[in-house]
């Protein structure tokens, strides 16, 4: 399986940015995914995550602000960013967790950066 990201850049405190993730590869059963992300000198952190049934759940630093959606049809997962604080510069990477198997893989990771 290969996940890669895209849709990471530059944007001003305020803006919104939208990342997708899209998955390949032998994706034969049910999956969830998440996005996760990582500052500089700080430990990756969970951001956003949804079931195979489409059940969400967020970080409190992003609720109300990241919406995490997918297209099943696409194996593809989406962020939606807005209200972007400059904390929120990081390394977005996307995950996907086959939940028969435990299988895990992550992407490579979008660099967001969001200045003040």
């Known amino acids: 399986v290969q996940l890669v990201e895209s849709g990471g850049g530059l944007v001003q405190a305020g803006g919104s940015l939208r990342l997708s993730c899209a998955a390949s590869g032998s994706i034969f059963s049910a999956y969830n995914m998440g996005w996760y992300r990582q500052a500089p000198g700080m430990q990756r952190e969970l951001v956003a995550t949804i079931t195979n049934g489409g059940i969400t759940n967020y970080a409190d630093s992003v609720k109300g602000r990241f919406t995490i959606s997918r297209n099943n049809a696409k194996n593809t997962v989406y962020l939606e960013m807005s209200s972007l604080k400059t904390e929120d510069t990081a390394v977005y990477y996307c995950?996907?967790?086959?939940?028969?198997?435990?299988?895990?893989?992550w992407g490579q990771g979008t660099q967001v950066t969001v200045s003040s």
């Open positions: 995950r996907l967790t086959v939940v028969l198997t435990g299988g895990d893989y």
